[in-house]
């Protein structure tokens, strides 16, 4: 079932995925906007185990590395609605693994949907410990001082996954893309995805670099500024790279940083208008942090005619529970 470049082989992986994600057209979101180029998504949301999303790629090879090195227990980082915190519970419990989260409370939203709905619920039911820590916590210090405690038995997994092991999920996924390109006999000239901890556009990039396709991802920073995100995009890529035996350039790195709005978890009224039309003419889910910000960022571009004549890859990285979280937000 693998699509895999040859070079991840070695790596030990633990499955998590049935097979390739679907790649579907947006045949009513195109009409809508004026058939100004062709818009496919790739569902990285539609993957069977903890609700889905990007991080479950990720944690195929994190898994595998804590397998394979006697690890019992899986510790990561992130902010209370965080969807990879969530995927790291449901893939430890499938895994056999313990998890613990160590979340703080970045966002400033107090409210009980955020405290408590979508992400935290979900953490709870499969079984996770959760550390729940103040805003401006060192969350990472926190979970080494816990594997520490554990005596060597858990593995510290960084924020979003993105250590250079966990991105090889998204080298992985460029080699999959670029397989259903030639199933569809359409190469994209555009592959659009959120940017927050970097590791899904790093891994991208150094995927399809490593095939010769390279020159056609673009990121939305939905976390840091713009400035900030290119070098740490960039520094991903040359760490996963290098597992790959390739090269990344500067050149490689193209990021928008015009649609994070206020800051990373604030919505902004274009994003509640990108969930909203993309549910409206394609009945799809985007969520309110990350892929609805990007899609936002997409939307604008083709609007304003960035995309005439192209064909655009859109990846759908998950995170719906964070809907719930944002009641109040969207309006419920
Ligand atoms: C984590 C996440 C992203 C961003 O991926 P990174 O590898 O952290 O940049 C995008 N969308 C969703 C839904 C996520 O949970």
Redesign the pocket.
Known sequence: MYSSLPVLRPFPRFCLLEGMTPIQRLVSLEKALGERCAIFVKRDDLMGIGGG???LRKLEFLIGQAKSEGKDTLITVGARQS??ARLTAASAAVAGLGAELVLARLVPKTDDDYLFNGNPLLDGLFGATVHDLPGDADTLAFAQQRAEALGGRALVIPA?G?SAIGMLGYAGAAAEIAQQEVALGRRFDKVL?????????AGLVAGFKAQGLGGKVLGYTVLAPLAEAKAQTLAKAREVGALLGIEVDEADIAINGEHRGPGYGIETDEMKAALKLMAQTQGLLL?P???GKAFAGMLAGIRAGQFDGQSLLFVM???TPGLYAYRQALGG
């Open positions: 999303g990007n991080k969807n990879h979003g993105s995805l959120a940017n927050g901890s970097h590791g899904t556009q969520d942090v990350y892929s990285t998950g995170g």
